[in-house]
């Protein structure tokens, strides 16, 4: 199972990359089917490219620190 610890951390790193367009995001659940919910706050909440920052931002950076994430999705 994922610790919260861990993927607070991982999220810590590209916080300031989301902090640096006005956006922000916070980790709401880890479910144990390997899926991260988080809420993107700020900009990155109204903002048209959000599903990419997501995806290819956020997903990808979580991935690569924790394999077992399987997906990362907005709520």
Do not use: F, Y
Not at 54 to 64: Q, S
Request: proline share 4%; charged share 30%.
């Amino acid at each position: 199972m994922l610790e919260r610890a861990k993927v607070q951390e991982v999220l810590d790193k590209v916080r300031p990359a989301l902090q640096a367009d006005g956006g922000d995001c916070e980790l709401v659940n880890i479910r144990e089917d390997g899926v991260i919910e988080v809420r993107l706050q700020g900009a990155c909440g109204s903002c048209p490219m959000a599903t990419l920052t997501l995806k290819a931002g956020i997903e990808r950076v979580l991935k690569e620190e924790l394999p077992e994430v399987k997906e990362v999705i907005s709520v």
